[in-house]
């Protein structure tokens, strides 16, 4: 029988919420009881972190599995020095305490999906000569500080869509780009139907996880939420606005591992009836409501401020009028977005953030953002929203179908 009892791994959490995050110090205890003097080879205690990820594909003989592994922590402390002829210790209740202080490094947050995962964990493992180690663990939630962002990028995002030369119309505003689970956007789309046809405008707040191993991907989609407006009648013009909630359990943005990946992005369309439906999406980068709440203009991580930039996931340039109650981007600059496209991190290689090269003005709107618009002046009147494109420029509106 083991002389061994109660063996424990303890820490003091650094916050309320329980989380730890780059910089923190994790300081706890281990403590276990021997019923009579024992000799240990080792006694250590680790912080570790690694992502995994695996899945299979095919069937029968072309079945094959895929696997991954990054390891992004480990840290070790040895409590009783490693000792190949054994440490003696006493009979009776033992306690060592440990200090860890976790890097500044890029890592990402803590995740579990069904094809990966990625977990930090802090371990204490006792070893004994000819006997079996025990090991105890605790699972530690880690949250990055890497995809914290400054005020500036905070701000709300506009995109706009045509169909049909121009018969069916669409500008759509979301009220941020970062945010928390728990959160509301607000989400307003001007939608002009000059077609002959009946559309419905909707709305849908999706999640994307990509999984990566051996050169293959395994992709999940999920909608995570889901409202439709009413029906816009051919030859009418209508505003539709709707509340869209973060749910409280959402998992945060990842983009920092190389094997997972976790996006989010609002996608405004309208259902057209027997034709593809003309959409704008809007990426979010959902962040720890702790991380949110960060001083404005303060960027943390190895992301530069305006590394996420002022790209949607549309390809279509702002539009050329104010794009309801919020805010009308005064120009290059804007919201602290660099003028036109940013430059990104080199890690950013997957999913949305991709960079493409800036596309040609369509629909007779010019690429350079409106002037501002001043305070306290009357907004322009809303036929003037939709002024047909210029001859010279007509060709160049997106058809989805003729």
């Known amino acids: 029988m083991s002389p061994i009892k109660d063996f424990i791994v303890t820490y003091e959490a650094p916050n309320e919420k329980g989380f730890i995050s780059q910089g923190d110090t994790i300081a706890g205890t281990v403590t276990f009881t021997l019923t009579k003097e024992t000799e240990l080879k080792v006694l250590v205690v680790k912080v570790k972190g690694n992502a995994r990820v695996h899945w299979t594909e095919g069937t029968g003989d072309r079945r094959k599995s895929r696997t991954a592994h990054r390891r992004y922590l480990k840290l070790k402390e040895y409590l009783v020095p490693e000792n190949d002829k054994g440490t003696a210790l006493p009979k009776g209740a033992n306690c060592f305490k440990f200090r860890f202080t976790i890097p500044q490094e890029d890592m990402p947050s803590s ?49 706009s869509v045509e169909k049909d030369k121009g018969k069916v119309q669409m500008s759509a505003t979301v009220n941020m780009k970062v ?53 816009i009648t051919s030859g009418s013009e209508e505003t539709f606005s709707c509340q869209v909630k973060i749910p409280g359990d959402a998992n945060c943005t990842i983009q920092n591992c190389e094997i997972l990946s976790v996006e989010h992005y609002v996608k405004v369309y309208l259902d057209i009836s027997f034709a593809i439906d003309p959409e704008v999406k809007f990426p979010l980068v959902v962040i720890h409501s702790s991380l949110a709440a960060l001083q404005s203009g303060q960027a943390v991580g190895p992301y530069p401020a305006g590394a996420f930039g002022a790209p949607t996931y549309t390809d279509f340039p702002p539009p050329a009028f ?51 618009f001043q305070q306290g002046t009357e907004p322009p009147p809303y036929m003037s929203l939709f002024s047909p494109p210029q001859d010279d420029l007509g060709r160049t509106g997106s058809d989805y179908k003729n």
């Open 322 to 372: 104010p794009p309801g109650p919020y805010p009308v981007l005064a120009g290059p600059g804007a919201y602290g977005y660099p003028a036109p496209y940013p430059s990104q991190h080199a890690n950013m290689t997957n999913g949305y953030n991709n960079q493409w090269p800036q596309p040609a003005a369509p629909y007779g709107f010019s690429n350079a953002a409106p002037p501002p």
């Open 111 to 159: 995740f579990k999906g069904f094809h990966g995962k990625i977990v930090y964990m802090l371990e204490a493992k006792m070893s004994r000569s000819w006997r079996p180690s025990s090991v105890v663990q605790k699972e530690l939630k880690f949250v990055s500080k890497s995809l914290s962002h400054p005020g500036s990028v905070m701000g709300p995002q506009s995109g």
């Open 179 to 231: 945010c928390s689970p728990g959160d509301t956007l607000t989400v307003v789309a001007k939608i002009r139907n000059s077609s002959s046809k009946k559309l419905k405008p909707k709305v849908s707040l999706q999640q994307r996880i990509v999984y990566r191993a051996e050169a293959c991907t395994n992709v999940s989609d999920l909608s995570l939420y889901k409202m439709e407006g009413d029906t």
